[in-house]
């Protein structure tokens, strides 16, 4: 039972699809909630964080049974007189009809609002709108107190197309946490460790990638290749089967927070060639675990990553280069080992899970009146001796 102190406790729901279907977004508020301070550490004052889904793991129909009980729960939180806010993360397509519709019902009801934007198709999803529908969705923007934004891209599009004054919209960067699982020793002979995150898609460029690892050559008693998350797993195995690499890519299937760990904690190099993104958490993570990363210049990504500096860009499509690169890095230690101490680097200086939460609770506070406590620094776990 709770204490008649924790029954006034205020808090802030964090709405997203909970679990795999969330992808990025449900990460992202997962790691806010993770970050906070517990309950016996927390100030008094402080807020509590809290998910509440939107959409479900299930059939995009079935996704509306969610979205009324999270309406549910809005109405329950306001007349409670806890509920200090609600933090919106809105991805494009049905993601915005169910989002728009909660931010919809927190206007009526009088909860403010911040929205996070997470969309990299967002601004293809709206300019292809009926203009009766473009309009509504302004309107939907128009409504939050503030629009998050993942950098200078996104918000010119939320500015310019959308109409939000420039004055409610803030660029803040995800952030991740540390690792929790030691970087592995490099053991002399061992096979190197290749690694892609996210879902089997043409979007994230799998078949461009597996096109590439055929034109390497590579042999598999050197090469170690591991492909991580759901989608069409049967058609790109028979993809790798007809390209002849089958013996060297191993498709691991959807990745927990723990298995995702262990597979940043042992790989070499994390390969991301997508066509469009945001600021892909996978990309944050592989910096964080001190993985060098080759991925491609779209989103945000060439707004706070810099070409051979801390990541090794490669044109959309490009087979080629993509090969090209990930030859190099694998034959040339040195310069390996450049990239993940300056990814690391970029990790500790903007990209840290404690920076992100303490922006996020100030903007919580400007707006909600309250904000989440976060708890100590949690201890580093990478070690660039590791990697030597």
Known sequence: MNSP??????????????????????????????????????????AELRGID????????????????????????????????????????LSVLRKGILIALCSLLGIPV???????????????????????????????????????????????????????????????????VPRRMATPGAPQRVLFLGNLTERKGVSDLL??????????????????GGGDLATYREKARRLGVDSLVHFEGWADQNKVAQLLAAADVLILPSYDEGLPLVILEALANGVAVICTPVGEIPNVLTDGLNV???????????????????????????????GREIYESAFSVTKFFDKVAEIHLRCFGVRASRKSKPRMLWNPVLDA
């Open 5 to 46: 102190t924790s029954r006034q406790t205020p808090f802030i729901f964090l709405a997203t699809p909970w679990g795999p279907v969330g992808g990025g977004m449900y990460k992202v508020a997962d790691y806010l909630i993770q970050a906070q301070a517990p309950s016996s550490h927390r100030p008094p004052e402080s």
């Open 312 to 342: 090794t860009f490669v044109q959309p499509g490009d087979i080629d280069a993509i090969a090209a690169n990930l030859r190099r890095l694998l034959e040339q230690p040195t310069l390996r080992e450049k990239f993940e101490r300056n």
């Open 114 to 180: 911040v929205l996070h934007l997470h969309a990299a198709q967002l601004p293809q999803f709206y300019r292809h709108l009926p203009a009766a529908l473009r309009a509504m969705l302004r309107w939907v923007f128009s409504l939050p107190a503030v629009c998050i934004v993942l950098g200078s891209s996104a918000k010119q599009f939320v500015a310019q197309e959308l109409g939000v004054p420039l004055s409610k919209i803030e660029i803040v960067i995800n952030g991740v946490p540390e690792p929790s």
């Open 211 to 228: 096109q590439a690892l055929a034109l390497m050559g590579l042999d598999d008693s050197r090469l170690n290749v591991r492909l991580a």
């Open 54 to 93: 939107t959409r479900g793991n299930r059939s995009a129909a079935l996704s509306m049974v969610f979205l009324a009980r999270a309406m549910w729960l809005l109405i329950c939180g306001r007349f409670s007189g806890r509920l200090a806010g609600v933090h919106v993360n809105m991805a494009e397509r």
